[in-house]
């Protein structure tokens, strides 16, 4: 599971994406479907999650505005897609077909393996966190990562994300604003 990133907004990559508005909690891919699309996120914020066996909702990956987010493992390996991909906030999105993506000719490989890279090495660098980090690192490090997503996502969510309960987002919290004021002081 990585996101893709493509090349957006030039003149001729508009005519073949096809541009939707998406309503809060509308789901744009479902786990267990084919792969057909990326979505590029023009307004708004997105959020690719997926179910364990016990039924838990572990959230994987947030996309706000700028952000591309697609399931590449199913892509890449010719399966059904393990991500459900969900609007947290009324979006505007533009839909970019897979298959056209690659053979389009404004599609530039090297820019595009550049863009690719870097997600990964974001996602990276969260794995192996999630290994070996602490929960308060894990949360800097989705601070670092989305600053402008803490008062735009429900706490239950970005507990999600950072792998701990929301209790537990609520104590790590609370633990930086004492922190911060006893510096202060």
């Known amino acids: 599971m990585i996101s893709i990133g493509c090349r957006v907004a030039e003149p001729g990559y508009l005519r073949w994406v096809k541009r939707n508005e998406v309503k809060k909690g509308e789901e744009l891919q479902r786990a267990g479907a084919c792969p057909t699309h990326v979505f590029h996120v023009v307004s708004g914020l997105l959020r690719a999650y997926f179910v364990d066996d016990s039924g838990k909702?572990?959230?994987?990956?947030?996309?706000?505005?700028?952000w591309i987010l697609g399931d590449l493992e199913a892509t890449g390996f010719?399966?059904?897609?393990?991500?459900?991909?969900?609007?947290?906030?009324?979006?505007v999105v533009d839909v970019l077909p897979i298959a056209e993506n690659i053979d389009h000719p404004d599609f530039d490989p090297l820019a595009e393996f550049k863009r690719m890279q870097r997600r990964a090495g974001v996602l990276q660098r969260r794995v192996m966190m999630m290994m070996s980090s602490s929960a308060l690192e894990r949360y800097e490090f989705f601070l670092e990562t989305y600053p402008e997503l803490i008062h735009r996502v429900p706490q239950k969510?970005?507990?999600?994300?950072?792998?701990?309960?929301?209790?537990?987002?609520?104590?790590?919290?609370?633990?930086?604003?004492e922190g911060r004021g006893s510096s202060s002081s």
């Open 57 to 66: 909702e572990h959230t994987y990956l947030f996309a706000p505005e700028g």
């Open 78 to 91: 010719s399966q059904s897609t393990s991500l459900v991909i969900e609007a947290l906030e009324p979006s």
């Open 157 to 177: 969510l970005i507990a999600s994300y950072v792998g701990i309960t929301p209790q537990a987002l609520s104590m790590i919290r609370r633990r930086r604003v």
